[in-house]
Every structure is written in C-alpha cells, then in structure tokens.
C-alpha cells in the first residue's frame, strides 16, 4: 500500500500549484499593453498574490484531507483514492475556472460573476451562448488536459522520495508567505492610491483579474492632501427604495378602431444590417414606415434590451422590477383592451427572466418557446409558420398581439444554404480555438447571412398581414435586441462597451394612417411604450410611466440616449459617449468616447459638458424608486 504523502512534499505540491497558478493568470493579462513600468510592476504583483489567493480554497481542503487520512489506523484504498481526489481536483476546478474566465473575458469583456453564474443556473442559460458541439469537445478536452497535468503534479510531487534537501523547504515556505503578504499589501497600497489620483493604466488592469477586490481609501488619501475623494466621484449611484410605478394611475380610452401589434425582434441585430441587399424585405417596409437611423438600445445585452424597449426604463430598473414580478404598463394596458397574444422566442422566456418581468402576467398558453433541438434557423422558420398559423386562427373580433424573438444572429450566427449571401464565411465557429482577428471578416459573414435569413422570415410575416389585408389595421415594430462588434474597436460580440456598433439596432415602426419619413436624429429603445401606449389610448404623459417619448409626436428631438449593463449606465450622446459606475466602488473602467467611439484626450471636458445631462440621467434612475421621487417631471429626453 502507497504511504500517505508527507506534510513536506504537500508544501512542495502546493508551491509548483501556486507557479502553475500564475502563469495560467499571467495569460489574462498577456495582451494587455501596460502603460509603463509601475503598472507592469503592479501587475506582476497582483498576479503573484492572486494566483495564492485563488490557490487558498484547495490548499486548505487538502492538508484537511491529509489531516483527517493521517488520523486513520490503516490508510485503506479508499481513503487514499479520496485523499488523492482532493489533492487533485479542487486545483483543477480552479485552473478550469480560470480557462473559462479568460475565454469569457476575451469574449464579452467582462468576468464569470452573478451575470455568468445565473446563466449557467437557468434553463436554457448555456444554450443562448451558442456553443456548438465542437466547442463543447474542444472544451472537454481542455478540461481534461488540466486535469492530467495537475495529476501528473501531484503524483510526481506527492507519491515519490523527497528530493535532497526538501528539509530546507520548511524556511523557505515560511519566507514565501511572508514575501506574499508583503507583495500583497504593496499592490493593495499601489491601487488605493491610483484610486486617489484616479493613475488609470492601474485601474484597467486591475479588470484582468477575477474577483479583484480593491482597496480604495480616498477620504485617508483627501486629508493627506493626494486627492480631492469627491472631486472625480463619477459614480451613478442606486437608491434602495420600494417600486413606485406608474407614478399616478394610468388611464386610458380604447379605440373605437384598435389596432394590432406584431413586435419582432431579432437577437444581437445590428443597425447597419439594414440595407436593400443585406435586409430587403425590412428595407422595403422601411420605406413605408418610419424608419430610425440612428436608434440605439438601452442596454448591450439581450436582458436589458428587450427590458429597455417593454418599459421604457433604464437598465437599473430590472432587479426590482423582477423581485417584485411587476410586468410593464405596456403590457398591463393590452390585457385591460382584451387583445389576445401569441408570443414567440427561438431561445426560452426563462433567461433572461421574462417570464417573471416583461410576460409575468401572461398565461402560459400564449408563452411559445423554441429552445433546444434543431437549429437556430430552423427553430425561428418553425416559430414563424406558428405566428401565422395564430393569425389565421384569433378571435378576429378581438385585436391581437404577437411577439418574436428570432435566434439565427446570435453568435455562431445560424443559416441555411439557401440564405448566403456572403462569401466566403467560417464554415465552423468554434469558440475555444478560432482565431477572432484573423477570421473576423469570415465570422462576420456569418452574421450577414444569418441577418438575411431573418430577413426572410420578416418579409413571411409581412406578406401574410398583407395577403389578409391586415396591414391598415396592424403595427409592425422590428428591433434588434442590441447591436454586435466585429472588431470595429476592439472586440467581438456585445456585452462589453457602448459603442455604436453593440449598442444601435435598426428600428422600423410602420403605424397605419402615417405618412413613411426618416428621423436621422438619436432614438432609443425607451421610447417604444410611449408611442404604443398613445395609440392604445393612455392619456397620461409619458412621464407617468416611463423615461421615454412618443416618436409620432410632430416634435420629437431627443439630446441623448442612456445604455446600462450590470454595473454601468452610459450616456450616448452626438458627440460623447461616457459610461458610469453604478454604485460601484474601485476600479469600474470610465469609457469615454467621442461620437465615433474613439478615445477622448480630454474625459474631464467632456464630462462638464454633458453635466446637465448627468444630473437628469440621476434623477431618472430613482425616479421611479421611491414616493418621494415621484414629483418631478422632465421635458427633455433620457
């Protein structure tokens, strides 16, 4: 039987996993230029601590493991196989963990927190990513190779003859704990600072590291005369107050005549997808409509996408909204008008949570799901020949109301030969070993074919309302959901800034009665419910219930559009976009764009610019947080 591993050779076990550590953590940061030598410093720093930090969870559970091995008359099989188990896996787990954080960073620019673990918690979460079955292989075997190399260390390391010398292994793993906390508490000390004096090459890279936790003392810094603590606090924050929505009670005045309403929505559809060659059909009904070319979501992310275009809210608002289960007004009126649903996604209603927020109130008959199974085309072809079918079979003396969430654009971007219309594209996306900034223009060609083919299935829906003669009577609204980078600055994918490119979506509204025209001007998803609920009859101003304005109002100008994620809210103006912390608290990166989404030279000119703006995006994000809140009204768009 094979002796128990020594105390000594567990410390040299756990030392090499700590370097193993490293390096891996190393990689996060490989690609990013640091800005001279204190951010390189720092860095190798924090990738020192970190990589023992992260290493701390496994460390302890397996001198616990040997601890308890070692308390055992005879260390049978079993034991031993449960002790190696533990030596073994838990750094795995961690190695595993950090592979995925730095391919999700990669991607989305952002690290596995509350956002990544609820997807993978919530039906149909892993498969809104996308991942096809060669990347799920190329995933396993990854994991599988992080598993042999740590087995293979700890086997080389635990179960042979000591080396010579290992004796003197005890000082030296004294003296290395000490160096951590003294490397430790310089990196910490380093941040605050750059916290203080707001030295940003250390701020950004302090995001490279998951669960960085920074030390910021900006009071201590402002009476030692470094800093001004509330001179450059930028952040938004959120107060914790109880719903208050609508602010007065909506009353409204069904039409004589009311009208349908088929909403589509096309998943990570970007603004300049709309075209006479990439999207026709759309096109075609665009010039019949009013078309918004320069229309921006209110998020950069599906979540708080389609929220934002339901609601007419900014992004902050979908935590309360879900916790107290509170569907829009928008949909609360219809119900009230006795329209009759058929609602429609390709993923699932679940993840996001719609179906404890925008469909809450929804019978479950009218909620349709297509998640699973076939392919994403397929599964949007499928769901539109069932929008059809509800058509042709409703009450036709009720009005109606059908939503769409269509799949094909989400990456890896799902077509039929019969949609190319670009070549040549990557016949196989595979996220763990494409190479993004070499085959970017091929990845993009995908998302062109795919846009195409919910083109088609657009041009189905509206043929069959004209071939029944529903058009007069019918309000079409087509979204994208969010925008999609290529590259463009930097990134692939969305969820990560709010350029125009991740942020702006076509958006076309063809209302019976109005004359087809063009608004060149900014337009935002926020606006959507104030234009539904006037035709639906709401008296109340759109202030009542909303951040948004009625896009048929002759006078329709808007200054500004306001995007939120997470953690931020951004401003999206002609000429800046600047992104904000939301209550948040040590290095929160503080993007700040001219209108073409490059760098500024001057961020702080530009932030005294848009000031006023600043003050009334404040006001909105509690505006419907609390009673005391409800008494101001704006006029000017957020």
């Not at 293979?152 to 290395?176: D, H, I, M």
């Not at 809210?313 to 935590?319: E, I, K, P």
């Not at 996604?345 to 949570?353: C, L, M």
């Not at 530009?606 to 006001?619: C, D, T």
Request: proline share 6%; aromatic share 12%; hydrophobic share 45%.
């Amino acid at each position: 039987m094979r002796a128990l591993p020594t105390y000594e050779n567990l410390k040299r076990y756990y030392l090499w996993s700590w370097l193993l550590l490293a390096a891996h953590l190393a990689l996060l940061t490989i690609d990013t230029p640091q800005a001279g030598i204190p951010a390189s410093l720092w860095a190798l720093a924090a990738t020192a601590s970190y990589a023992f930090f992260y290493l701390i969870p496994a460390l302890l559970m397996g001198y616990l493991a040997r601890a308890f091995a070692g308390r055992r008359p005879k260390a049978t099989k079993t034991v031993q196989a449960i002790l190696a188990a533990l030596l073994v896996l838990p750094p795995s787990l961690i190695q595993t963990l950090l592979l995925a954080d730095r391919q999700i960073y990669a991607m989305y620019g952002f690290h596995i927190n509350g956002f990544v673990i609820e997807l993978v918690l919530t039906p149909g979460g892993i498969a809104s990513l996308g991942a096809n079955l060669q990347t799920q292989l190329t995933a396993t075997l990854l994991i599988a190779i992080l598993i042999a190399v740590q087995a293979g260390l700890c086997y080389w390391l635990c179960y042979r003859r000591p080396a010579p010398g290992v004796a003197r292994l005890y000082l030296r793993w004294r003296w290395l704990i000490l160096l951590l906390v003294g490397v430790s508490l310089s990196e910490r000390l380093a941040f605050a600072y750059s916290a203080a004096t707001h030295y940003q090459p250390i701020l950004f890279a302090s995001e490279n590291y998951p669960l960085y936790l920074p030390l910021t003392m900006r009071k201590v810094a402002a009476k030692l005369g470094i800093a001004d603590s509330a001179q450059h606090d930028d952040s938004l924050n959120l107060k914790d107050s109880a719903l208050n929505y609508p602010l007065t009670p909506i009353i409204a005045e069904q039409p004589a005549k009311p009208l349908n309403i088929v909403w589509l929505v096309a998943e990570s559809l970007r603004y300049d997808m709309l075209d006479p060659v990439t999207m026709p059909r759309l096109w075609d009904l665009s010039e019949q409509s009013l078309r918004l070319e320069k229309h921006f979501s209110g998020g950069n992310m599906t979540q708080m996408g389609v929220f934002s275009m339901f609601y007419g809210l900014y992004a902050n608002y979908w935590t309360p909204m879900l916790s107290a289960k509170r569907s829009p007004l928008l949909m609360d009126v219809l119900q009230q008008q006795n329209y009759q649903f058929g609602l429609y996604t390709s993923q699932r209603f679940t993840y996001p949570a719609f179906d404890k927020t925008i469909f809450a109130r929804m019978r479950p008959g009218d909620l349709h799901e297509g998640e699973g199974g076939a392919a994403a085309w397929q599964r949007d072809r499928q769901n539109v020949d069932d929008i059809l079918s509800f058509i042709d079979h409703r009450d036709s003396a009720r009005p109606f109301m059908s939503y769409m969430f269509f799949e094909s654009t989400h990456a890896d971007y799902n077509f039929p030969e019969e949609s190319v219309i670009a070549r040549p594209y990557l016949e196989n996306l595979n996220y763990l070993t494409a190479d993004f900034k070499g085959d970017i223009d091929l990845i993009k060609n995908r998302y062109i074919n795919a846009a195409h083919h919910v083109d088609q299935q657009i041009g189905r829906i509206v043929a069959h309302l004209r071939e029944r003669k529903l058009l007069d009577n019918t309000v079409i609204i087509v979204l994208g959901d969010h925008g999609e980078e290529f590259m463009e600055r930097g990134r692939w994918g969305h969820s990560a800034e709010f350029n125009r490119f991740q942020t702006s979506t076509p958006a076309v509204i063809h209302v019976p009665g109005q004359k087809a025209r063009v608004i060149s001007g900014i337009s935002s998803h926020l606006d959507i419910p104030a234009t539904l609920m006037a035709l639906l009859g709401v008296r109340n101003p759109p202030s009542d219930y909303s951040l948004g304005f009625n896009l048929l109002d002759p006078g329709y100008h808007r200054d500004y559009a306001v995007a939120g994620d997470w953690n931020r809210i951004a401003y999206i103006g002609e000429a800046f976009k600047i992104a904000f912390p939301m209550g948040a608290t040590g290095a929160v990166r503080k993007e700040a764009t001219d209108g073409n989404d490059h760098p500024l030279a001057n961020t702080d000119a530009a932030r005294q610019a848009i000031q006023p703006a600043m003050v009334e995006i404040m006001s909105n994000i509690n505006r419907f947080g609390s009673r005391k809140a409800a008494s101001s009204k704006t006029n000017q768009p957020g």
